[in-house]
Nanobody, 129 residues
Framework: QVELVESGGGAVQAGGSLRLSCAVS????????MGWFRQTPGQEREGVAA???????TYADSVKGRFTISQDNATNTLYLQMDSLKPEDSGMYYC???????????????????????WGQGTQVTVSS
């Protein structure tokens, strides 16, 4: 079955950088969308960035110009480079994937069901001021 495993989270001071990785296993679809989401306690999960099999990307307004999503098809790894981090970027970051869909707007994949099929367990990011 499909497995997504995030890594790279940690604690960093404001202005610093982190790179999150998501190792994707047994996801063999040729048309797909993958994305990064984040959630803090008491808040709804929000889409941060997404990329599809055509290489199109989308970002939430709050991270545009600071975060970069990319994928390495040779190693089946999804990345999120996070620069100029702010305390409000803190949260649990999840990667997710689904097939047969493409990027939407605002940092998410477009999905008629409003969710994605496969999710990782998350990696914590804490940005201190």
């Amino acid at each position: 079955q499909v497995e997504l495993v995030e890594s790279g989270g940690g604690a960093v001071q404001a202005g610093g950088s982190l790179r999150l990785s998501c190792a994707v296993s047994r996801f063999t679809y040729t048309t797909y969308c993958m994305g990064w989401f984040r959630q803090t306690p008491g808040q709804e999960r929000e889409g941060v960035a997404a990329i599809d099999s055509d290489g199109d990307t989308t970002y939430a307004d709050s991270v545009k110009g600071r975060f970069t999503i990319s994928q390495d098809n040779a190693t089946n790894t999804l990345y999120l480079q996070m620069d100029s981090l702010k305390p409000e970027d803190s949260g649990m970051y999840y990667c997710a994937a689904d097939w047969g869909i493409s990027v939407g707007v605002g940092g998410i994949c477009y999905s008629a069901s409003n969710t994605l099929a496969y999710w990782g367990q998350g990696t914590q990011v804490t940005v201190s001021s």
